[in-house]
């Protein structure tokens, strides 16, 4: 048989198959149809939104000043959605960080009252909201009582104790390297933001690269179950709500810069917003399922609109609806989550 029949019988070199885009695009349109695929990413359009919605109605909003306030405002809030975080990823909920934070603050501010180093008064802020933390986490995992009710517990006893030792007055701070921390910036970025993200970063290490982060969410996911493959789940849970105390403590040292002073108030507005930003963020309230990228942009967005609304001119009596709104809008859509 020649060269010439072989070639004229032979079937033609197949093409590439040009079924692989329209597949592509059919799996991106099912995903973008999926309400889990919005749960896992509800932080993200919300903040586009936000950003669209107030830039047009306010000239002053996307400007450089404004977006310089807004991350400096949000420091406070990012640290005590990390806190938090940790709290959540195991399945449990830490009521009592925004009396934690009122009791560190006040700490930090009777011992620079009475003359001690501001350093020591620091290290005080933050050992105390881990001790709270410990205690916290010891009877939670010890003594297998609900988180719901040890930190309510708790929430009232810091706040106690806070009123006792400020005898109800505010604290005065007003010392050069908390002036410094709050109003010195690098670059476009003021000295706590930029401490709010070295938390972050920490975190973030310490979530999905340690075998504490691996534990961390193996607990939440399945407490019984991580405890048969010889995970130490009552020490991971003590560690979760130490954490959560000791950002708590940091918090309350950015928010004392901010403001100057130590109020004997709790902190409730900033707890319920800690709890929102990780909502928000997309962190699973039934545990095993965490991230620190989406509760920092959550605390932002939150800040943000809290920023954008008064400038618009809305009243704060609505300010707090809108907030509650956004939250429970997305606590509907995490009940899709995968």
Do not use: C
Not at 41 to 68: H, K, M, Q
Not at 75 to 103: E, K, N, P, R, Y
Not at 213 to 222: E, M, P, S
Not at 280 to 288: D, E
């Amino acid at each position: 048989m020649s060269d010439a029949t072989i070639q004229k019988g032979a079937a033609p070199a197949a093409a590439p198959a040009p079924a692989d885009e329209p597949r592509a695009i059919d799996e991106l349109r099912g995903r973008l149809r999926d309400p889990g695929f919005w749960a896992e990413w509800t932080v993200i359009p919300a903040f586009v939104v936000l950003l669209i919605v107030f830039g047009l109605i306010s000239d002053v909003f996307l400007t450089a000043d404004n977006i310089e306030s807004v991350l400096a405002a949000s420091a406070v809030l990012i640290v005590l959605a990390i806190g938090q975080t940790f709290a959540v990823t195991t399945a449990g909920i830490d009521l009592s960080m925004g009396s934690v934070l009122t009791l560190s603050g006040v700490v930090l501010g009777q011992l620079y009252q009475d003359g001690r180093s501001i350093w020591i008064a620091i290290l005080a802020a933050v050992l105390v909201g881990a001790v709270v933390g410990f205690a916290n986490g010891f009877v939670i995992a010890k003594a297998k009582i609900s988180d719901f009710i040890v930190t309510l517990g708790s929430l009232s006893i810091a706040a106690g104790v806070a009123l006792v030792i400020s005898d109800g007055k505010p604290v005065e701070v007003i010392q050069k390297t908390m002036l410094d921390l709050s109003t010195n910036s690098v670059g476009p970025l003021r000295w706590s933001v930029i401490v709010a993200l070295i938390v972050a970063v920490g975190a973030h290490i310490l979530l999905f690269h340690t075998r504490f982060g691996t534990h961390l969410l193996a607990t939440g996911g399945n407490a019984e179950g991580s405890r048969a493959v010889g995970v130490r789940v009552a020490r991971v849970k003590i560690a979760a709500y130490t954490l959560s105390g000791a950002m708590a403590g940091l918090a309350a040292i950015l928010l004392v810069a901010r403001v100057g002073s130590a109020e004997p108030a709790a902190a409730t507005s900033l707890l319920l917003n800690a709890v929102a930003a990780v909502v928000l963020g997309g962190v699973s309230l039934f545990g095993g399922r965490g991230t620190i990228a989406g509760p920092v942009i959550g605390a932002v967005l939150l800040t943000a609109l809290v920023n954008g609304l008064t400038l618009a001119g809305v009243s704060e009596a609505y300010q707090p609806i809108a907030v509650g709104t956004v939250v429970v809008a997305s606590a509907v859509l995490m009940r899709y989550q995968r």
